[in-house]
Nanobody
Framework: QVQLVESGGGLVQAGASLRLSCAAS????????MGWFRQAPGKQRELVAT???????NYAGSVKGRFTISRDNIKKMAYLQMNSLKPEDTAVYYC????????????WGQGTQVTVSS
């Protein structure tokens, strides 16, 4: 079983930066692909960024060049560095972990709110 707890959200002005953190408990963290997703009011949850166990990254086009996903396998942490934030980045951000060695995200955190004012 894996538990994920996000932190680092908040209210910021456009152009600011935030770093989201995701603390994981459970085993085999280093073998699990990790991802960040977000859901804005009235919209479906969307992929923001993913990070494979081998270090490959994938980003939504809307955040490419502004957001960076990373992980620390020793600390069992995942991060999302968000720069040049825009009002359209406002959403609840979720950390997710895949099954060990798998690609489907089966474990989810409770989410952290990010609000960007113009």
């Amino acid at each position: 079983q894996v538990q994920l707890v996000e932190s680092g959200g908040g209210l910021v002005q456009a152009g600011a930066s935030l770093r989201l953190s995701c603390a994981a408990s459970g085993s085999l963290f280093s073998t699990r692909p990790m991802g960040w997703f977000r859901q804005a009011p009235g919209k479906q949850r969307e992929l923001v960024a993913t990070l494979s166990t081998g270090g490959s990254t994938n980003y939504a086009g809307s955040v490419k060049g502004r957001f960076t996903i990373s992980r620390d396998n020793i600390k069992k942490m995942a991060y999302l560095q968000m720069n040049s934030l825009k009002p359209e980045d406002t959403a609840v951000y979720y950390c997710a972990a895949a099954a060990s060695g798998g690609s489907g995200y089966v474990y989810w955190g409770q989410g952290t709110q990010v609000t960007v004012s113009s």
